[in-house]
């Protein structure tokens, strides 16, 4: 028979042995520094001032009183140091860096993820919690290929659920990019994370919207009509419109309303007369009562013509369009006849 255990080797106290308190106090030593070892940095020296029931690992080429030793544990007990040599399998908390460690083949190695490496919760220097059961905290996340490409999948269980990737600002949605209750990929922004706006939503067939992008065709309600020379006409119909145009004031010395530009950027502008009958004549489609953005010219005709310009300008919000007639002719106003069309492009 041994004269201690096979695992920890704990001495065993002998028959018609004296003393035998010695015997089992040192193996109560063992299992006080053994049982939930803790150990508080590996070192290759001794602390000067060591503290009662500290535990160091000590690293190779060490030195003084630990010369020798490299390998085993140091465990501070009643004033004195006592060695214990660690065994395959032993598990330790190592205070410095605050991970849990396992010897396996003659190292100490971070323990791996329980069969088969699945957690229900992981916070990476951050609280993970039921929803978010992945919480990263840190200047940056890498993913990377291994020989090849990467891919990320963000997969939902039925068309009308979302898989998207939210972007906040102060924990505040600011825009997202994905499947958001529908199978359609859309690109969102929101100002106040309540409100919000699809700026971009495509199709499974490839077809692509913009229902957010600023697009008008205005024109006056179906009418026929002879502005005066130096005369103004405005709009008070919006056949098609979107991204925020709307009607302002009426327009100076003239008819009709002003048309308000949504969103600063640069326009196409289309500008289309129709007339009945005409003596020479102009038409301008300026911006705040000043800049030609457009403009056509008409000789005189007995019958009706049709006439369009395009013009290409960068307009600010609040700016605002009307067309400054010239000459003498009998307009049809309304859908299809002289009307404006403007594109943020």
Known sequence: MSDETINLALPYILPSQSQKHVTHN???????AIVQLTVKEEAAV???????GDCYLIAPSAGGLWTGKEGRLAFRQDGAWLYLSPREGWRALFLDTGRFRVLQAGLWSDLSLPVPGSLPLLGLNATADATNRLAVAAHASLFSH???????????????????????SGWSGRAEMGLAGNDEFAIKVSGDGAAWQTALAIAAGGIVKTPGRPIVRASLAAATSTPANNSRTG??????????????????SGSGNRLIIPATGLYLLILTTSTVTSSAYGAR?????????????????TAATRE???GLAELASGDWLSIIHSGTAQYEFGAG???VSAILI
Do not use: I, M, W
Not at 46 to 52: A, M
Not at 235 to 252: E, K, M, R, Y
């Open 26 to 32: 040192e193996a109560l030593q063992r299992l006080d």
């Open 46 to 52: 001794p602390p000067e001032t060591p503290s009662e």
């Open 146 to 168: 291994e020989g090849q490409g990467h891919q990320v999948k963000v997969n939902k269980a039925a068309a009308g659920d979302t898989a998207s990737l939210l972007f906040q």
């Open 235 to 252: 709009f008070d119909t919006l056949h098609v419109q979107q991204g925020g145009f709307a009607l302002g004031a009426a327009v100076p």
């Open 285 to 301: 489609l300026d911006a705040n009562g000043a800049n030609t953005l457009a403009a056509v010219a008409g000789v005189a005709s």
């Open 308 to 310: 369009t310009a395009f």
């Open 337 to 339: 006849k002289t009307e």
